[in-house]
């Protein structure tokens, strides 16, 4: 009886010890997401009232993609050029960070992450003083004549670098950018550097060791550093209300607003299910793409 | 009082908008992080505001506690933004009183309040912890249509004869006798004249195709559309849905040819200052707290412009509505009020304001001559509180105005 | 392959092609001294060790062979052609890095296949050499796994065909058996043997461990300090060590202060632990009234206690302990001027010596090598101990008595 006993103990631990992280997920994922559903297909009667009814009204859906898919592809087209920017930027920093800078790497690291002590909104409007009409940026442009020539670029559109899209998306870059850098340091800092080594000594040249071996080995550390850019970037509204104009506004205002000044609590959580929804999507399709074993196994 | 974007903008937009600069720069020094996000966060887990206030709810007259719901930087405070410390109208009031004050500024934008706050937990009958908090009139309006407050004890207000007339014949509560208004102020239209190159009368002027994407107009649908109205020659506080219409497609067309760059809540101050923009609609007290070198100019248009107020409201089953009737009188004694006003420095509603500025004298004395705090009877006379609206009225009037503000 | 037939090879190593010419190669990083003054000829077909403590600039050496470093003075030549500044990939060598470094994302396959893709062999070839190479290391089976799920002896295998598959000039291999264990390691040099066998490529081989290196080389040269003590095959390099160093660390040595008290043709007269004894040895570097040290390996040594053999150089001393090592009896002597002597003696059943027994210890007189070097001339003899993992750890002073 009591080898049985201690038996089905046996069998019931891993439960046990699964058991709390079961409760937080039910509790803080499930039940949230359970909720926006019913709400997303529920009706107010009383935009001022708190009540709403279950009404199955599928039409929130549909009502909040033919209204708001200008936001959606601007959001969604936003964060992935800044996402790009990000790897661009993100990737030559992390790998000389991890390779090349010896003992001034912790120092470095330090550097990437001292603006992010100061608060994502402080920053931003910071970068409202650099890029204004009077701000240093296109002081130095214009000392150049050169407003002329990053017009014809697209880096400022009619000789103003603040409130246009070229703003937003490089807010979203800079804002994020630490999370882009840190898992492919991470990922990097990983990789033996022997195998480089190896690899020139099987007939690579720099180049194509690079390509061959520390490419491929870094990029879980790409992968994670997009989910942690494009996701949050997708979502964020501050770059788009601080640097923009009225034509680049994204997807978060708009489901604030719907919440806040409209009451509109069925149709605000349908359009963030589609947005969710949307991301999900896009990361499972990223995941099958770039054959991240931990995801897609 | 104003319209944000966001919670989490709120708190250090307001911050910089109730502040003085030096005040401002010396507060977030000493932690812009968590000044900035604190209070949005606050809200944002919705805090003490859910629970219900205790014990002593049951007649609603308590007399010995008081608790205030009010924007941030909206009273007078010493430097390290003490409310309680000597000589700030709070510690004055407590001692002759003897009533214990808590005093949040955890009112941080009207929809994140009526939505997280006042909508759950007075629109299921319960009551908030809060005996006073302070919305912008049109919001009061809301409120006190859905009967979510108290008649006030005018009893205990003799101070309500203070109260400027105007306030008295508005449509959702004749007589102020469900509200006292705290702070008030007007838009109109500012400009940085070496943009524009002259000054500005009209609120037409920002429609002139040669300040093309340099002109922001504000989120605030009343702020906004009004404005607008008065410049296609109709009453904004008719609240008459089709000159409302006319009003958005105008703005509408405006926006799609590119004259408005973006609307805005308070960050219009820094593009002015920084010369992004050449003209906007903007709020009285802002400007009054720009720098002067920067020779902005503020103007209410000579079609007319918006008023607005904040005002107290006591939510319906407050536990000490005597506590409250008291603070009300106390702060519509003038010498009071005139405290209040040297800090905030918006509009007072409370009469004989300006004589007691005067009366104390130095700086006191000249913010009683700044047109902006107290101006002529003509501007006044030009001055207009936006309509009420019917709820389906104004749900989709704003769901329109978001449109367009994207 | 039989001793015989290994010892018929060495004369013959001299007339092979060289493969790899070190031309009087320094290397210096910062203020350190890495490698100074190497120079040495390593030819076609052999399996050329390179043996010292770590820190002695063997791996710094085959470093610059592969061109993961520059020399800072001299010439590597491969095959007639300087490489000193030929980068890596354009080097027709490779190398087996000490941990493998596999890559970990590909299969043994894509591994093996590595270094004909870089070259862009065509695919048939490819596929022919890898499967090839597969074979001569037995991975067959296992093409398709992922280094990760192999041993460290696979592993090793697999870092083998990588390198091999390329047919290098010359195969490097940086302490390729340092992470595998005792077992494995004595199974994995045969098979390194085996292999050498079959393909018949030069191979440069790096360890600490002087029994590695005595097992596998051809030759062997010492390394220490970034010098190159000696180069020899491994039975001169034990029976004849250069200088102190050497016989100190490969194998164990009696190793006692000498004064040169004249010269005879053929032969030095040098007094030995209070003895006077001709060495057959004609050093010229000692002057008479110098300084050497007189080394005799323990095993050369008899331990009697009536002397068998008149002709044979002996010394009498007491036997302080005695332990059992198996084939072996090992033996510590106090001699009468206080110098310890270590011997190692077959372990019959009867009539051997036990301690407190005055005893002659004797060698033959081929066993006794004069040192250039005083005998406390080089920290390295004290502090090899401890760098040397080998089973058989060397014993460089015989005075330092064992538990």
Redesign the interface.
């Given at each position: 009886m009591a080898g049985e006993s201690s038996l089905r103990k046996g069998r019931k631990a891993p439960y046990a010890l699964i058991g709390p992280g079961m409760l937080w997920l039910i509790l803080f994922f499930l039940v949230p997401m359970w909720t926006l559903l019913r709400i997303a297909l529920s009706e107010k009667p009383?935009?001022?009232?708190?009540?709403y009814e279950l009404t199955w009204r599928w039409a929130n859906f549909s009502d909040a993609i033919s209204?708001f898919q200008p936001?959606l592809i601007r959001s969604f087209t936003y964060a992935g050029v800044a996402t790009i920017l990000c790897i661009l930027i993100g990737y030559p920093l992390a790998y000389f960070v991890a390779f090349k800078a010896g003992r001034f790497r912790a120092l470095l690291l330090g550097l990437i992450m001292v603006p992010f002590?100061?608060?994502f909104?402080?920053r931003t409007?910071a970068w409202?003083?650099i890029l204004?009409?009077?701000?240093p940026a296109l002081g130095v442009l214009k000392a150049l004549s050169l407003v002329s020539v990053t017009d014809a670029i697209g880096l400022t559109s009619?000789g103003?670098f603040?409130?246009t899209p070229q703003a937003v998306i490089g807010g979203l870059t800079y804002n994020f950018v630490a999370f882009m850098i840190l898992p492919i340091y991470v990922s990097l800092e990983k990789i033996?550097p022997?195998?480089m080594?190896?690899?020139?000594?099987?007939?690579?040249?720099p180049a194509?060791?690079f390509r061959?071996?520390v490419l491929?080995?870094s990029l879980p550390g790409v992968f994670a550093g997009t989910l942690l850019t494009f996701i949050p970037a997708a979502g964020d509204?501050?770059n788009a209300?601080?640097l923009?104009?009225?034509?680049?506004?994204m997807i978060g205002?708009?489901i604030?607003?719907?919440?806040?000044?409209?009451?509109?609590y069925p149709e605000a959580a349908a359009l963030s299910f589609i947005f969710m929804a949307i991301i999900t999507v896009g990361v499972l399709v990223y995941a099958k793409i770039l054959g991240t074993e931990e995801l897609s196994a | 009082m104003t319209e944000r974007i966001d919670p989490e903008l709120a708190a250090a937009i307001e911050m910089a908008r109730r502040l003085s600069r030096r005040r401002f720069l010396t507060r977030a020094g000493l932690g812009a992080g968590a000044l900035a996000m604190a209070p949005g966060l606050l809200t944002a887990c919705g805090s003490d505001d859910k629970q219900p206030s205790g014990s002593d709810s049951s007649g609603g007259k308590g007399d010995k506690k008081l608790s205030i719901s009010n924007w941030t930087a909206y009273i007078d405070q010493d430097d390290n933004g003490n409310f309680n410390a000597a000589g700030t109208t709070i510690a004055d009031f407590q001692e002759q009183t003897g009533i214990a004050v808590t005093y949040k500024e955890d009112f941080n934008d009207n929809d994140e309040y009526f939505n997280k706050t006042l909508s759950p937990i007075l629109g299921k009958g319960k009551t908030l912890a809060a005996d006073i908090f302070i919305p912008t009139y049109w919001m009061a309006a809301r409120v006190v249509g859905l009967d979510w407050v108290e008649e006030l004890l005018l009893d205990e207000i003799p101070n309500h004869k203070n109260l400027e007339d105007n306030y008295l014949d508005l449509a959702w509560n004749p007589g102020a006798t469900k509200h006292m208004p705290w702070q008030g102020g007007a838009t109109g239209i500012a400009w940085n004249p070496k943009k524009t190159g002259g000054d500005l009368k009209s609120i037409n002027d920002l429609y002139d195709p040669k300040y093309k994407g340099q002109v922001t107009f504000l989120t605030e649908l009343r702020d906004t559309v009004g404005l607008t109205m008065f410049g296609e020659g109709t009453d904004p506080s008719s609240a008459n849905l089709d000159d409302i219409n006319a009003a958005a497609d105008k703005i509408e067309k405006a926006t799609k040819d590119g004259q408005i760059l973006k609307f805005t809540g308070n960050e219009y101050l820094r593009s002015l200052e920084n010369g992004d923009i050449a003209a906007c609609i903007a709020w009285s007290g802002d400007i009054a707290q720009l720098n002067p070198e920067l020779g902005i100019k503020f103007a209410i248009p000579e079609e007319g412009g918006m008023q607005w107020f904040d005002t107290m409201l006591v939510p319906k089953g407050a536990a000490n509505q005597v506590a409250a009737a008291r603070w009300m009188n106390f702060v519509y004694d003038p010498e009071n009020a005139a405290r209040i006003s040297e800090y905030v420095q918006f509009m007072s509603p409370v009469k004989g304001v300006k004589e007691a500025l005067l009366a104390k004298g130095g700086d006191a004395a000249a913010l009683a001559e700044n047109p902006l705090i107290f101006p002529d009877e003509q501007t006044t006379a030009r001055l207009k509180v936006f309509g009420e609206l019917s709820q389906d009225d104004e749900i989709a009037v704003q769901s329109r105005f978001n449109d367009i503000t994207g | 392959m039989t001793v015989s037939e290994k010892d018929n090879a060495t004369p013959s190593l001299s007339q092979r092609r060289a493969v790899i010419e070190i031309d009087n190669v320094s290397k210096v990083f910062g203020d350190y001294v890495a490698v100074e003054h190497a120079n040495f000829t390593i030819h076609e077909g052999e399996f050329f060790s390179m043996l010292g403590p770590s820190g002695c600039g063997k791996t710094t050496t085959l470093r610059m062979i592969a061109g993961f470093e520059t020399p800072t003075t001299g010439a590597i030549r491969l095959e007639g052609s300087d490489v000193s500044r030929v980068p890596p990939h354009k080097r027709d060598v490779n190398t087996v890095f000490q941990q493998y470094a596999l890559f970990p994302h590909m299969t043994v396959w894509d591994n093996i296949a590595y270094g004909p893709r870089a070259k862009k062999l065509d695919k048939a070839e490819t596929a022919r050499r890898v499967d090839e190479m597969l074979e001569v290391v037995r991975l067959g089976d296992f093409a398709k796994r992922k280094p990760t799920q192999l041993s460290g002896g696979q592993q090793q295998r697999v870092a083998l065909a990588r390198a091999l598959v390329n047919y290098p000039k010359a195969l490097l291999l940086d302490e390729p058996l340092g992470a595998l264990d005792l077992k494995l390691r004595q199974g994995m040099q045969l098979e390194l043997k085996r292999i050498q066998r079959e393909v018949g490529i030069t191979f440069i081989f790096v360890t600490h461990d002087q029994e590695e290196a005595l097992t596998m080389s051809d030759r062997i040269a010492v390394m220490n300090a970034g010098r190159v003590e000696q180069i020899g095959t491994p039975r001169e390099i034990y029976d004849r060590p250069s200088n102190v160093f050497v016989a100190g660390f490969i194998g164990q040595a009696n190793l006692w202060p000498a004064t040169v008290k004249g010269h005879k043709p053929n032969a030095t007269t040098v007094e030995v632990a209070g003895r006077t004894l001709d060495v057959s040895q004609d050093d010229s570097a000692l002057g008479v009234g110098d300084s050497g040290t007189f080394m005799v390996r323990p095993e050369r040594m008899y331990v009697e206690q009536q002397l068998s053999d008149e002709s044979r150089w002996t010394v009498v001393g007491t036997v302080a302990e005695m332990v059992f090592q198996g084939p072996v009896v090992r033996y510590e002597l106090v001699l009468p001027d206080g110098a310890h002597a270590v011997a190692h003696v077959p372990a019959r059943r009867e009539g051997l010596p036990v301690p407190g027994d005055t005893v002659h210890a004797s060698w033959a007189d081929d066993a006794g090598v004069l040192l250039a070097d005083p005998h406390n001339a080089s920290p390295a003899t004290s502090s090899n101990t401890s760098s040397n993992t080998s089973p058989t750890a060397t014993e460089p002073e015989p005075k330092e008595t064992e538990q």
């Open positions: 009383n935009a001022f009232l708190p009540d209204r936001e002590f100061t608060s909104l402080i409007i409202q003083t204004g009409q009077d701000g009619n103003a603040l409130n033996d022997r195998l080594e190896a690899a020139r000594d099987l007939y690579s040249t194509a060791a061959k071996v491929p080995l509204y501050i209300e601080l923009g104009n009225v034509k680049t506004g205002s708009q604030s607003k719907l919440f806040l000044k409209e009451s509109n | - | -």
